[in-house]
């Protein structure tokens, strides 16, 4: 753990700056709004050093109370909410003197506000990258709008039944479609925050995606050969098509929760979800190069991997976002920086943190 720490300790001294930005697709229709698809982002960069750490909830504003309110009516301590304090600062002024830092795309799990994966955001950005979560309107939980609308997930979708394959992949499609768009208006997404292309690589782009994102992630990686790495945080499998023929050479790692065999997902998954989860894995894992990585970290369940078990005060999540990072961003140091074999030395020498490496039926190798 040592490393770990060593790694925490280097990249405390940096702040960052948040920009909410929305980009117009119009060429398509929102299937829910039946207006103009809205792609709603944060673009989180190295600013200048502040002090005084901000409130987390100012990562919705201009609609803090009503996220707020939202956030308690499901179950979240509005006092501990209400003080909870975050590293980034919206709108802060950018760090000119950091350089040639690669762009990485993050896509949230289903219904999980973009803004919700500061663990790791803040990790990514002290260590010198630049990242842009996008939002899903209509489908996360509540989508804060810098002109001040405050949308919720839409009733259609919030019902979805779990096996509707058919509904999901639309939702996935849509997701894709939303990331693409963004990769190819990276530029005018960038030129929002004076000064940021200059600081950015903008030919080094990697994606990670958590859950629904996941999948979406894999989607674009397998078409898209402007992303260079792609890390899928316990992706939804199911929804997952792996096409030998699509798919490139671009190193992947997949990170899943502790539970992720035929048995000890069987009382967590219905028995009609299961075997198309089992089987998802078990084609990616056969079917991904050689320079891909499949892990799982003891402890963890699905929202590990994001901020709300935060929200919740959970006693155990710091240590665990602390390993998850630790391995996020060797993988896209080695992959997007080219610091030679840190994440290879990370897996051969790796300290005793709770991660194992797994096979092609989620058991960890003997």
């Known amino acids: 753990m040592n490393a770990m720490r060593l790694y925490n300790k280097v990249v405390n001294a940096m702040s960052i700056g948040r920009k909410a930005v929305v980009l117009k697709d119009i060429s398509r229709i929102d299937p829910i709004s039946k207006s103009t698809r809205e792609i709603l982002i944060s673009i989180y960069y190295p600013s200048e050093p502040l002090d005084n750490k901000p409130k987390y909830t100012t990562l919705f504003e201009p609609c803090v109370p009503l996220a707020v309110d939202m956030l308690c009516n499901m ?3 509005r006092e501990y909410i209400s003080n909870l304090e975050t590293g980034v600062f919206n709108n802060a002024r950018i760090n000119m003197t950091t350089k040639n830092c690669p762009i990485l795309f993050i896509s949230p799990a289903f219904g999980v506000v973009r803004d919700m994966y500061s663990f790791c955001v803040e990790h990514l950005v ?23 609308r ?4 839409s009733q259609e ?10 509904y999901w992949k639309e939702l996935l499609e849509l997701r894709v479609e939303d990331i693409r768009y963004v990769l190819s208006n990276v530029e005018e997404a960038l030129d929002s925050v004076r000064g940021l ?18 999948a979406a992630a894999y989607e674009v990686l397998k078409g898209d050969k402007r992303v260079k790495a792609c890390i899928m945080l316990d992706p939804s499998f199911h929804l997952i098509t792996v096409n030998t ?9 997949v990170v899943r929760q502790e539970k992720c065999t035929s048995e000890e997902l069987g009382n967590e998954v219905s028995q009609e979800l299961l075997p198309l989860l089992l089987k998802g894995f078990n084609n990616l894992h056969k079917s991904s190069p050689v320079n891909s990585a499949f892990i799982k970290l003891h402890g963890a369940d699905h929202m590990t991997f994001s901020d ?49 490496e797994i096979n092609s039926n989620g058991m960890r190798f003997r």
């Open 308 to 356: 709300i078990p935060i929200h919740y005060e959970d006693n155990g999540i710091e240590l665990k976002h602390s390993i998850i990072n630790m391995y996020i961003c060797a993988f896209f140091d080695e992959h997007l920086k080219k610091k030679e074999y840190v994440f290879h030395e990370l897996m051969t020498t790796k300290p005793n943190d709770g991660i194992d």
């Open 126 to 148: 002290k260590n010198g990258f630049v990242v842009i979560t996008i939002g899903a309107s209509h489908e996360s939980i509540f989508s804060t709008f810098p002109d001040g």
């Open 75 to 77: 179950g979240v301590n």
């Open 245 to 253: 023929d699509e798919r490139g050479s671009a190193p992947l790692l």
């Open 157 to 166: 979708i919030s019902e979805i039944d779990s096996v509707d394959i058919k």
């Open 150 to 153: 405050f949308i919720q997930q």
């Open 197 to 214: 292309r200059t600081i950015v690589d903008i030919n080094t782009m990697g994606i990670m995606g958590h859950s629904l994102g996941g």
